[in-house]
């Protein structure tokens, strides 16, 4: 047991309502609770193991009172993924972090350098924190206000299709599943640390390569996630390029086949671009995009300019801080207002260049925005787009959409499954009931029309058992279950880590 | 609010029709919102998992 000083401070924060970030969830909540570390200003082994003891004491204290308990991060999801009406657990000020020595990696670990942070450290505090170290994450969102146990929970991306989401980076994860004790969590056939770092920490090792898969992408739901073991790379820079393209055939196959050689790319020069995204107007009749490139250098390439710093919205930013902006002084917008935004938002970009910190930054827009993101197969962009945009005209929703492709991930239930890339379709825009009947509709037109698709957990969907099945198949779902069944090995422990979400997804059991 | 010394970063000052109402009919002396802090997160100095015995910080 832990030295009592040790334990973390559990603030009671006096509400019966918990609201979102983006103010689309407002749901009563039983207990909301924000867990401190004992000392908050100092990352410490024996303070990390004491805050552990506190997270089993809570989930020891909601089994006795036949509660739900849950944690959120940054409360950056769009629906209500981490809500209960149980206990609420605010996690965000735990944000320690541990750089791994060399003796403790496993001699097989051929990757990047390893850290480890408590599940409350934000991604763009991560972001800052590596950056004075000259590292960098491989990939991350393009705003940062989540934590990074709720980016990687709820499979955020940004349009890396060479490196992945922000799951993929992750080599070990130190849930709390229990009162009664923790594990650390490595897939066997991909070891990043030695076996005795695990009981250091305070946790039982489980290797095992279908557990890892299926708790990476969980919701919260597989326990309380602590900790997480971050593979990340020496830091680089990114060379960005803004500027608007046809949507034409080439421009559609060059997506399908994840092959850009035939595109008049800006500042290509005979490379690959490293991130990939397209913003479209669904307005636009000239049928162009808003197409962002971006290449990865190990140094700062000459002639580059360094992005800007101080304005609401940076070079990182997608469609839906720009949106978010205006809608807190105009929630209901319309067609003409979205050609507005994409002048404003998606302005031309010519030669920027940072390291990932300085161009995905921690953004403070907030407004009455409401966003949907689907995963699709890059051979049925076109069509997904062509539906996607024929149903916000019809309803006349503020909205843009978005394609950003991602590499395939090893997640179970990750949504960006489609290899050897998923596209992202993201619809963004304001939070209107147009809005939500396009959002509606175009789930519905997908299915009607053949093209298979994912929900990003983390942005508005309409989940149901029936939609799990098709959009993973009967296996994969199983296997998540199985291997939720595993780490909770009780009803009591699997309906304590549930919420109305899952059990409208059909993941409770 | 309990921010364990971290101060606040964010503070939001909301109203509504039925506070405006109370302002109106109050012809101003009473004039209700609603304030809403966040607290500030820690930046706490980076960690060694190392045993204490080999020179944790």
């Known amino acids: ?509 | 609010m309990d921010c364990q010394k971290q101060g606040l970063q964010e503070v939001t000052v909301r109203s509504n029709v039925g506070y405006a109402l109370i302002t109106l009919i109050t012809l101003g002396f009473v004039a209700p919102k609603k304030i809403e802090g966040k607290c500030a997160r820690p930046t706490p100095t980076e960690g060694s998992l190392s045993p204490p015995s080999s020179g944790s910080r």
């Not at chain 1, 993924?81 to 403790?104: C, E, H, K, M, S």
């Open chain 1, 1 to 509: 047991m832990p030295p009592t000083d040790t334990l973390p401070l559990v603030i009671d924060n006096q509400q019966s309502r918990w609201r979102n970030w983006h103010q689309t969830v407002d749901t009563p909540v039983g207990e909301w609770l924000t867990v401190w570390n004992a000392d908050p200003n100092r990352s410490s082994l024996a303070g990390y193991q004491g805050t552990t003891q506190g997270l089993k004491d809570l989930i020891r204290r909601a089994l006795t009172e036949d509660r739900s308990i849950r944690a959120h991060g940054g409360t950056w999801s769009f629906g209500p993924v981490a809500a209960t009406d149980g206990i609420l657990l605010n996690t965000q000020p735990l944000n320690y972090r541990f750089p791994i020595a060399g003796g403790d990696v496993h001699p097989t670990h051929a990757g990047g350098p390893l850290v480890f942070v408590q599940c409350g450290m934000s991604v763009a505090d991560l972001n800052h924190y590596l950056d004075a170290k000259q590292l960098a994450l491989p990939t991350c969102g393009a705003s940062n206000g989540q934590t990074i146990a709720g980016a990687v929970s709820t499979g955020t991306h940004g349009a890396a299709f060479k490196i992945g989401a922000m799951q993929d980076f992750v080599r070990a994860i130190h849930l709390v599943p229990s009162p009664d004790e923790s594990i650390w969590l490595e897939p066997a056939s991909r070891r990043a640390t030695n076996d005795d770092l695990a009981a250091r920490v305070g946790a039982r090792l489980e290797t095992s390569d279908d557990l890892f898969k299926a708790a990476l992408v969980s919701f919260g739901s597989f326990g309380l996630i602590h900790g997480l073991l971050l593979e990340v790379a020496p830091t680089f820079f990114l060379q960005i390029w803004r500027k608007e393209m046809p949507l034409d055939a080439a421009m559609w196959s060059a997506i399908a086949n994840l092959d850009f050689s035939g595109l008049d790319l800006p500042g290509a020069d005979g490379r690959e671009p490293d991130h990939f995204q397209i913003v479209i107007n669904p307005y636009d009749e000239q049928r162009r995009g808003v197409v962002t490139v971006m290449y990865r250098s190990p140094t700062r390439p000459p002639g580059s300019t360094a992005p800007s710093i101080g304005g609401r919205w940076s070079q990182g930013d997608s469609a839906l801080e720009a949106i978010g902006l205006v809608t807190d002084l105009f929630p209901d917008l319309t067609g003409p207002l979205s050609k507005a935004l994409e002048k404003i938002a998606q302005s031309k970009i010519e030669n920027v260049c940072g390291r990932p910190g300085q161009v995905f930054r921690d953004t403070t827009t907030r407004g009455k925005a409401a966003g949907a993101g689907l995963g699709v197969r890059l051979d049925q962009v076109e069509k997904a787009i062509g539906i996607a945009r024929a149903r916000a005209v019809a309803i006349g929703a503020p909205a843009l959409l978005a394609i950003r492709l991602v590499k395939q991930t090893d997640a179970t239930l990750g949504f960006t499954r489609f290899g050897p890339a998923t596209a992202v379709i993201d619809l963004d825009g304001a939070q209107s009931n147009r809005q939500k009947r396009f959002f509606s509709e175009t789930f519905a037109a997908l299915e009607n029309e053949g093209v298979e698709y994912t929900f990003h957990w983390g942005k508005l969907n309409e989940v149901s058992p029936a939609r799990m099945q098709r959009m993973y198949g009967a296996g994969r779902v199983q296997a998540w279950l199985d291997a939720r069944r595993t780490v909770l090995p009780t009803p009591a422990l699997r309906r304590a880590f549930a919420n109305d979400f899952t059990d409208q997804a059909g993941l409770s059991a």
